[in-house]
């Protein structure tokens, strides 16, 4: 069965650091995102791709985040400047069309030291 | 602004004993509500959706509710088993192109054998 990919599965990184968080979504989906969950606390919405580009954005997604679909299968969410209170879970999720449930990777849990 | 309440404390029942988990949102109409499980440290998985002009959606054991005048959806296991332990989140769905979810914290369910 198709599934999303997610690496690493946990990154520990010292505040102000750049991190690049990877996700593979399954083949034929279209609608791509990533989301955050802080340790204890709800799942966020971080950001939708769509068609390459940003279909919208959350205010957690501000100018530190950004995301990429360099080659048509990989689906990066970069941090520039990483901060405690980025240290998370971080979930990438797919979708193949409206009218669908998505599909969620692991996880990549984020430590920032 | 948007809420999303589920029962917070966490429900522990018998096995073989139907399950009932409590969704109830507020300040907002979604077009879609999705129930996700989640097993600790792991991404979530999908269960069921469920669209407005539905009132109720079964999937094997499983049996979602929507009231939109209530604005609460109930979410039933029956004959559960402890391998349903897990906790179960409340997503809404909005329209449009975006499709991303908003999340209840979740409620966590202990079987018990």
């Known amino acids: 069965e198709p599934e999303v990919t997610q690496t690493p599965s946990h990154q520990v990184t010292q505040m102000g650091q750049e991190v690049i968080l990877r996700c593979v979504p399954i083949?034929?989906?279209?609608?791509f995102y990533w989301y955050r969950q802080i340790l204890g606390q709800k799942v966020e919405f971080l950001v939708s791709?769509?068609?390459?580009?940003?279909?919208?954005k959350s205010e957690i997604f501000d100018d530190q985040f950004s995301v990429e679909r360099p080659d048509g299968s990989n689906f990066t969410l970069k941090i520039r400047s990483t901060k405690l209170e980025d240290s998370a879970m971080y979930f990438c999720a797919s979708i193949v069309a409206h009218d669908n449930e998505q599909f969620f990777g692991p996880g990549t849990r984020l430590t920032v030291l | 602004s948007q809420k999303i309440e589920q029962n917070s404390e966490a429900l522990n029942i018998q096995e073989g004993k139907t399950a009932t988990l409590t969704c109830n949102y507020t300040n907002y109409s979604p077009a879609y509500l999705q129930w996700y499980r989640q097993d600790p440290g792991r991404g979530p998985v999908f269960l069921l959706l469920i669209r407005e002009n539905e009132k109720e959606k079964r999937k094997e054991r499983l049996k979602v509710t929507f009231d939109t005048t209530l604005k609460q959806s109930l979410f039933h296991i029956t004959a559960s088993q402890p391998a349903d332990s897990a906790t179960y989140l409340c997503?809404?769905?909005?329209?449009?192109?975006?499709?991303?979810?908003?999340w209840g914290l979740g409620t966590s369910l202990a079987v018990n054998p």
């Open positions: 083949s034929n989906h279209l609608y």
């Open positions: 791709f769509y068609n390459n580009e940003i279909s919208e």
């Open positions: 997503a809404l769905d909005g329209a449009g192109n975006n499709r991303k979810l908003i």
